[in-house]
């Protein structure tokens, strides 16, 4: 019974990562219930356009440009992940501030897409295509912001030198989240932009 | 011997509303649940009998219709998702880690938020009665009802309300998985795990994945209303609301029934002194339910027209979901078969949730007819079938629940007495108010219609309906009662009153804050049992003498445990869940009254990120800081 050597196998002791993995991946199982019940709401509204501008609106070369920044950024979250493993923080820190800065550059451009759109006559009241088309690029603009936000509180972090406290926010756990984010972009980005051409 | 309330508090248990307010504390957090889930209890229980006294006579003047539907709206609502969900969360909060040896969930702060946010979401949703009227669409909220009339917040209140008790409920299930999956004792396998565990596992996934499909719907309820969205009005189409709506409506049906499932069969054995019949069974139905429940949504929509080939199919598939369901009804048969049955009020209950859960479920059958179904679809019909489930099934095993594990929390036993009064009259009036609903329904009384003519022949049945509620309302003021006079009065318990089977009867009642002295070993399903029962040659559990099992709790009991509890670094109180969950339900607020509530959601914004990054920069455990 009292094989433990420790006094008390309790929460301190325990390696609580593998915990916050497993529920983080928990957590993305849902997620794609969630983006996926997004795309699929899309696909059954993606040619009721109500006479207002459809699929032709879409800049292929643009988005596929900032498509590109964001699998970089995927890249880089690796690299930094790496770093981080390694213990090296120099390196952890700069991947961790290039990330976030892709990030930001694909915000950027969605913004951007998003006013274009807006000013070609496509709004969330213009017909069933733009509410969807709006609440699918929109929700995951918004996961993407949220993960900006977790790298750079996680930059300015390793800038006090606190990268490798065991806390909630850490490097291994905004990686799986920001891969999801990304994988899912590659869905959106084929389903609903290059499906339409 | 029993850890009193008060020695436990002198001993180290901080009191106090701010301790509450901060606990991390599962069994704390399961205790907060289970209150909480029994005054909204009483809160859908006063709804529901003021639908009653309207409709007792033909013509009835109490209610108007308006009055009618938020009334029938928020008592669906409630017991659905503010009720039976939290009765089984605080089940599940207080009974995983003791059933798998392990002294808290994965994510104690994690927990707290989820309650908190479950409670704030909850007065939110209450709060609509007084702030312009109470969501009035049905808790489907079926579209294109639900997105008109937007000078009206009522669905708005709907939209956001549901949406964030989901996310407590996400919150609270990836928390059980992780603690269930990580979590567990020396020697607990997941095939020696209770059954009331493995049950919450199947729920918590079925929540993972159906919730997010819910919220998504609500998203676009939300968007039609308010940035003039086009998903079920305009060129959308009203029936994917239904078709989103029902993907989590059904296997909601299950996460309300599968933990008292689970509830009931730690009980069966125990008061039948037999293992469980067919443990595997058991187990592998459930999870077969928890699949096969996301096949079977469309039978909600027979009358949507669908077409032949899809009705044929979800009718098909719904009358296969009913093999899992009856192999457990007959594992709990055979597990009473031939064993030493002691009617206890715990196995009353059970017995009650068993029998009427069986006429619920084959009225259920009768409705995956298609044909069938067309005729009792909206009629009174549909209400006595989900009654039965849900009140039958449902609210028997967990009341079952609770006369079983009272004692462990409270070191008390509940009244039996009162529990007699309580089970016969609950169970008459509960016969009374739905059995006449089937007659009700194929007399072609309609749902949800505020009066009815006279002359139709259905004064009779509604007026022996009523007095039925009322019964079931006064049994659970002896409950109530019960409740409140045995933590004072009640018979001293001990540590295993019942001579209990799994690890939670092996510590003292109430648990200390730790759960167990000594993380327990396990070797068996039923592992306290085989601690203290030998077999002999027959086959007839024996007592084993001078048992250490059954008493380990009582003998550190006295003098070691605070040394003990020097090194166990229980995660420390935190107030950042509750700020969390605070600034989130102030953008709910804000979120129902755009545009001018924009405000408001950038306040709740800022809180809400303040309680975030505040709570996942604290230290888990106090000790942590001086290490």
Redesign the interface.
Same mark, same amino acid.
């Given at each position: 019974?009292? $094989? *433990?050597a420790a006094?008390?196998?309790?929460?301190?002791t325990?390696d609580?990562r593998?915990?916050?993995k497993? %529920?983080m991946w928990?957590?993305l199982? $849902? *997620?794609a219930?969630?983006f996926g019940?997004?795309i699929a709401?899309f696909l059954?509204?993606r040619n009721?356009t %109500?006479d207002g501008p459809g699929a032709e609106i879409f800049n292929i070369p643009f988005t596929s440009a900032s498509s590109f920044v964001l699998l970089m950024s995927s890249l880089t979250m690796v690299l930094a992940h790496n770093a981080f493993e390694k213990r090296d923080a120099r390196a952890t820190r700069i991947w961790l501030l290039a990330t976030a800065l892709l990030g930001i550059t694909f915000l950027a451009g969605q913004i951007f897409e998003f006013t274009e759109f807006v000013h070609e006559g496509l709004?969330?009241?213009?017909?069933?295509f733009?509410?969807?088309f709006y609440?699918l690029t929109g929700?995951h603009g918004a996961h993407v912001a949220i993960g900006v936000t977790m790298l750079l509180?996680m930059f300015f972090?390793s800038l006090d030198g606190r990268l490798y406290e065991d806390?909630?926010?850490n490097v291994e756990l905004i990686g799986l989240y920001w891969h999801f984010v990304d994988i899912v972009w590659i869905i959106i980005f084929t389903v609903v932009y290059l499906l339409q051409v | 011997m029993v850890v009193d309330t008060e020695k436990d508090l002198a001993s180290g248990n901080p009191t106090g509303l701010w301790s509450w307010i901060t606990t991390v504390d599962h069994k704390r957090i399961g205790l907060l649940y289970g209150a909480s889930a029994l005054i909204f209890f009483f809160v859908a229980g006063l709804e529901a009998l003021l639908l009653r006294l309207q409709l007792t006579t033909p013509n009835g003047t109490i209610l108007s219709a308006d009055a009618y539907n938020q009334l029938f709206t928020m008592h669906g609502l409630t017991m659905l998702l503010v009720v039976v969900m939290p009765v089984a969360a605080a089940f599940m909060n207080y009974f995983i880690p003791l059933h798998i040896g392990a002294?808290?969930v994965?994510?104690p702060r994690a927990n707290a938020f989820s309650y908190w946010l479950f409670l704030f979401s909850v007065v939110m949703l209450l709060s609509s009665f007084l702030l312009g009227g109470a969501p009035d669409g049905g808790w489907f909220g079926y579209a294109p009802l639900s997105t008109q009339l937007e000078e009206f917040v009522r669905m708005d209140y709907y939209a956001i309300g549901a949406q964030l008790l989901g996310i407590a409920s996400?919150t609270a299930?990836?928390?059980f998985?992780?603690t269930v999956?990580?979590?567990r004792a020396?020697g607990m396998t997941l095939m020696r795990m209770p059954v009331f565990t493995w049950m919450a596992v199947v729920v918590s996934f079925l929540l993972?994945?159906?919730?997010?499909?819910f919220?998504?719907?609500l998203?676009?309820m939300f968007?039609?209303r308010n940035?003039?969205?086009?998903?079920f009005g305009?060129?959308?189409?009203p029936l994917?609301w239904q078709h989103?709506f029902w993907?989590f409506g059904h296997p909601e049906v299950y996460v309300l029934v599968l933990p008292a499932m689970g509830i009931v069969s730690e009980i069966f054995p125990t008061f039948s002194r037999k293992p469980l019949f067919g443990y595997p069974f058991v187990v592998f139905s459930g999870i077969a339910i928890g699949f096969m429940g996301f096949g079977v949504w469309a039978h909600h929509m027979y009358t949507a027209g669908l077409g032949p080939v899809a009705e044929a199919g979800f009718g098909v598939a719904t009358m296969m979901i009913a093999v899992p369901t009856g192999v457990k009804i007959f594992n709990w048969i055979g597990t009473m078969w031939g064993g030493k049955v002691k009617f206890t009020l715990p196995m009353m209950f059970a017995i009650g949730f068993v029998s009427l859960f069986v006429i619920g479920g084959l009225s259920g059958v009768l409705h995956s007819v298609v044909p069938s179904d067309y005729q009792q679809h909206d009629s009174y019909f549909v209400v006595a079938h989900f009654h039965y489930v849900l009140f039958g099934g449902g609210v028997f095993g967990y009341v079952a629940g609770a006369y079983y594990w009272y004692p462990k929390w409270t070191g008390r036993m509940l009244d039996e007495k009162l529990g007699q009064w309580h089970f016969w009259l609950m169970l008459l009036g509960f016969n009374l108010t739905f059995a006449p609903m089937h007659i009700l329904g194929l007399n072609g009384m309609a749902r949800r219609t505020y009066r009815y003519p006279e002359g139709l022949g259905w004064e009779f049945w509604n007026q022996v309906a009523t007095v039925g509620s009322f019964i079931i309302g006064i049994s659970f003021l002896f409950f109530a009662w019960n409740l409140i006079k045995s933590r004072k009065d009640g018979r001293v318990a001990g540590n295993d009153p019942w001579d209990g089977r799994t690890l939670e009867w092996s510590i003292s009642s109430p648990p200390p804050v730790?759960n167990f002295d000594?993380?327990?070993?396990v070797q068996h399903v039923d592992d306290f049992w085989y601690r203290k029962y030998a077999t002999d040659d027959e086959g007839r559990a024996v007592r084993i003498p001078d048992v250490t099992g059954g008493t380990i709790a009582a003998e550190t009991d006295t003098g070691g445990e605070d040394a003990?509890e020097e090194?166990?670094?229980?995660?420390s109180p935190s107030y950042y869940p509750v700020v969390s969950a605070f600034g989130i339900v102030f953008m709910g607020y804000g979120l129902v009254y755009l545009p001018g509530g924009w405000v408001a959601v950038g306040i709740g914004t800022l809180i809400t990120m303040w309680g975030v990054?505040g709570?996942?920069?604290e230290p888990?455990?106090r000790?942590?800081d001086h290490?």
């Amino acid at each position: 019974m009292t $094989s *433990e050597a420790a006094p008390v196998e309790a929460h301190d002791t325990h390696d609580v990562r593998p915990i916050r993995k497993a %529920a983080m991946w928990v957590f993305l199982g $849902s *997620e794609a219930m969630f983006f996926g019940s997004m795309i699929a709401t899309f696909l059954l509204y993606r040619n009721t356009t %109500a006479d207002g501008p459809g699929a032709e609106i879409f800049n292929i070369p643009f988005t596929s440009a900032s498509s590109f920044v964001l699998l970089m950024s995927s890249l880089t979250m690796v690299l930094a992940h790496n770093a981080f493993e390694k213990r090296d923080a120099r390196a952890t820190r700069i991947w961790l501030l290039a990330t976030a800065l892709l990030g930001i550059t694909f915000l950027a451009g969605q913004i951007f897409e998003f006013t274009e759109f807006v000013h070609e006559g496509l709004k969330v009241s213009t017909s069933s295509f733009g509410s969807a088309f709006y609440m699918l690029t929109g929700f995951h603009g918004a996961h993407v912001a949220i993960g900006v936000t977790m790298l750079l509180a996680m930059f300015f972090l390793s800038l006090d030198g606190r990268l490798y406290e065991d806390r909630g926010l850490n490097v291994e756990l905004i990686g799986l989240y920001w891969h999801f984010v990304d994988i899912v972009w590659i869905i959106i980005f084929t389903v609903v932009y290059l499906l339409q051409v | 011997m029993v850890v009193d309330t008060e020695k436990d508090l002198a001993s180290g248990n901080p009191t106090g509303l701010w301790s509450w307010i901060t606990t991390v504390d599962h069994k704390r957090i399961g205790l907060l649940y289970g209150a909480s889930a029994l005054i909204f209890f009483f809160v859908a229980g006063l709804e529901a009998l003021l639908l009653r006294l309207q409709l007792t006579t033909p013509n009835g003047t109490i209610l108007s219709a308006d009055a009618y539907n938020q009334l029938f709206t928020m008592h669906g609502l409630t017991m659905l998702l503010v009720v039976v969900m939290p009765v089984a969360a605080a089940f599940m909060n207080y009974f995983i880690p003791l059933h798998i040896g392990a002294r808290d969930v994965a994510f104690p702060r994690a927990n707290a938020f989820s309650y908190w946010l479950f409670l704030f979401s909850v007065v939110m949703l209450l709060s609509s009665f007084l702030l312009g009227g109470a969501p009035d669409g049905g808790w489907f909220g079926y579209a294109p009802l639900s997105t008109q009339l937007e000078e009206f917040v009522r669905m708005d209140y709907y939209a956001i309300g549901a949406q964030l008790l989901g996310i407590a409920s996400i919150t609270a299930s990836a928390n059980f998985i992780a603690t269930v999956f990580t979590m567990r004792a020396p020697g607990m396998t997941l095939m020696r795990m209770p059954v009331f565990t493995w049950m919450a596992v199947v729920v918590s996934f079925l929540l993972i994945f159906s919730l997010p499909i819910f919220g998504v719907g609500l998203f676009q309820m939300f968007f039609d209303r308010n940035f003039g969205g086009q998903f079920f009005g305009g060129t959308g189409d009203p029936l994917l609301w239904q078709h989103l709506f029902w993907l989590f409506g059904h296997p909601e049906v299950y996460v309300l029934v599968l933990p008292a499932m689970g509830i009931v069969s730690e009980i069966f054995p125990t008061f039948s002194r037999k293992p469980l019949f067919g443990y595997p069974f058991v187990v592998f139905s459930g999870i077969a339910i928890g699949f096969m429940g996301f096949g079977v949504w469309a039978h909600h929509m027979y009358t949507a027209g669908l077409g032949p080939v899809a009705e044929a199919g979800f009718g098909v598939a719904t009358m296969m979901i009913a093999v899992p369901t009856g192999v457990k009804i007959f594992n709990w048969i055979g597990t009473m078969w031939g064993g030493k049955v002691k009617f206890t009020l715990p196995m009353m209950f059970a017995i009650g949730f068993v029998s009427l859960f069986v006429i619920g479920g084959l009225s259920g059958v009768l409705h995956s007819v298609v044909p069938s179904d067309y005729q009792q679809h909206d009629s009174y019909f549909v209400v006595a079938h989900f009654h039965y489930v849900l009140f039958g099934g449902g609210v028997f095993g967990y009341v079952a629940g609770a006369y079983y594990w009272y004692p462990k929390w409270t070191g008390r036993m509940l009244d039996e007495k009162l529990g007699q009064w309580h089970f016969w009259l609950m169970l008459l009036g509960f016969n009374l108010t739905f059995a006449p609903m089937h007659i009700l329904g194929l007399n072609g009384m309609a749902r949800r219609t505020y009066r009815y003519p006279e002359g139709l022949g259905w004064e009779f049945w509604n007026q022996v309906a009523t007095v039925g509620s009322f019964i079931i309302g006064i049994s659970f003021l002896f409950f109530a009662w019960n409740l409140i006079k045995s933590r004072k009065d009640g018979r001293v318990a001990g540590n295993d009153p019942w001579d209990g089977r799994t690890l939670e009867w092996s510590i003292s009642s109430p648990p200390p804050v730790h759960n167990f002295d000594e993380i327990p070993v396990v070797q068996h399903v039923d592992d306290f049992w085989y601690r203290k029962y030998a077999t002999d040659d027959e086959g007839r559990a024996v007592r084993i003498p001078d048992v250490t099992g059954g008493t380990i709790a009582a003998e550190t009991d006295t003098g070691g445990e605070d040394a003990h509890e020097e090194d166990m670094h229980m995660p420390s109180p935190s107030y950042y869940p509750v700020v969390s969950a605070f600034g989130i339900v102030f953008m709910g607020y804000g979120l129902v009254y755009l545009p001018g509530g924009w405000v408001a959601v950038g306040i709740g914004t800022l809180i809400t990120m303040w309680g975030v990054f505040g709570w996942s920069l604290e230290p888990v455990t106090r000790d942590a800081d001086h290490d």
